[in-house]
């Protein structure tokens, strides 16, 4: 294997690009591939083996593609070069191409969390609304389910948000589920397209329900979403957390600021993470207003809140 450098000629803003401030793009790069990355002018010199030079060569070109069309490029877009590097075309964790395109995170919290999804059995999502934390967990189930890695994808929610239960919705369980699990299927029809999400449901390979239809179960050799769940109670989040069965994983996702439980003290999403952060194979992944990726007045609704809450001595 040879390690004579590769130079790569380059525009100035894309060697500008894969550098990043205080050459933290290029550290990134380095600590990928174990190869060394220099940027003598006019482009960038790659030295390593011939497998990760070349993973690294094709790293560098997707950045500084997307420089040259005058487009950021942030921490984030340097993982997902790099995961589409290392994947052969795939995105970062086996995420699926959705109608707008690749799916791929936006922030550098993003990143982790997908990186963390990859590599724990059983991960927690924390922060606000709008931080993508739902969809790029029904994005990285979406792309296990495709690659059969997993035979299902369960995404299951408390029967209690606003104030109301399903109980008092018309219709069978389908019907009453459905409309409350909208953001869900607005997010897998975006990923999947709604025929194959038709064709899966009806095969059982997708499934929606409420919490309480979990008890009793084994999941085995599936991808479970739990959604909304700082209104699972203490004695839900065990129930649901020991339904882990063989060749499974699992997403939890909330956000501690919006318990909607009569007993705001029987949430069980802070509690479970208290118990579990630093359990071999569980991540926990917080996000913050920054990574906020809605409209922008919803960063600064979510800040101006933060600010009350800091302010009347509360932490989350």
């Avoid at 969390?113 to 189930?141: D, I, S």
Wanted: proline residues 5%; charged residues 25%.
């Amino acid at each position: 294997m040879s390690r004579a450098p590769e130079f790569l000629p380059l525009s100035d803003v894309a060697v500008r690009a894969v550098a990043g401030a205080n050459s933290r793009h290029v550290a990134l790069i380095e600590d990928a591939f174990g190869v060394l990355v220099e940027t003598p002018g006019g482009g960038v010199s790659l030295s390593g083996d011939s497998k990760s030079r070349g993973q690294a060569k094709k790293t560098v070109q997707a950045i500084a593609a997307r420089a040259d069309q005058g487009l950021e490029v942030t921490e984030a877009d340097v993982r997902v070069a790099i995961g589409q590097a290392r994947g052969g075309g795939t995105g970062a964790s086996g995420l699926p191409v959705g109608k707008r395109g690749q799916v791929a995170p936006k922030t550098p919290t993003q990143a982790v969390y997908l990186q963390a999804l990859a590599n724990c059995e059983l991960v927690f999502g924390l922060g606000p609304a709008g931080t993508g934390k739902t969809f790029l967990a029904v994005a990285h189930g979406a792309g296990l389910l495709l690659r059969g890695a997993v035979d299902r994808l369960i995404v299951s929610r408390p029967a209690v948000e606003a104030g109301e239960r399903l109980g008092f919705l018309p219709g069978d369980l389908t019907e009453k589920v459905d409309p409350y699990m909208a953001p869900v299927w607005e997010a897998l029809t975006d990923i999947l397209g709604g025929e194959q999400l038709r064709r899966r449901r009806e095969k059982g390979e997708i499934e929606v329900a409420p919490i309480a239809f979990l008890r009793g179960r084994t999941l085995s050799h599936a991808f479970v979403i739990v959604d909304e769940a700082q209104n699972v109670s203490r004695a839900q989040m065990k129930m649901v957390l020991t339904r882990l069965g063989e060749g499974a994983r699992m997403a939890v996702t909330g956000d501690p600021t919006q318990i909607d439980l009569s007993s705001p003290n029987d949430s069980g999403l802070a509690h479970a993470v208290a118990l579990l952060e630093g359990v071999k194979g569980i991540g926990v992944t917080r996000f913050t207003a920054e990574d906020v990726v809605r409209h922008p007045l919803v960063e600064r609704i979510v800040r101006a809140y933060d600010a009350d809450a800091a302010q009347r001595g509360r932490t989350v």
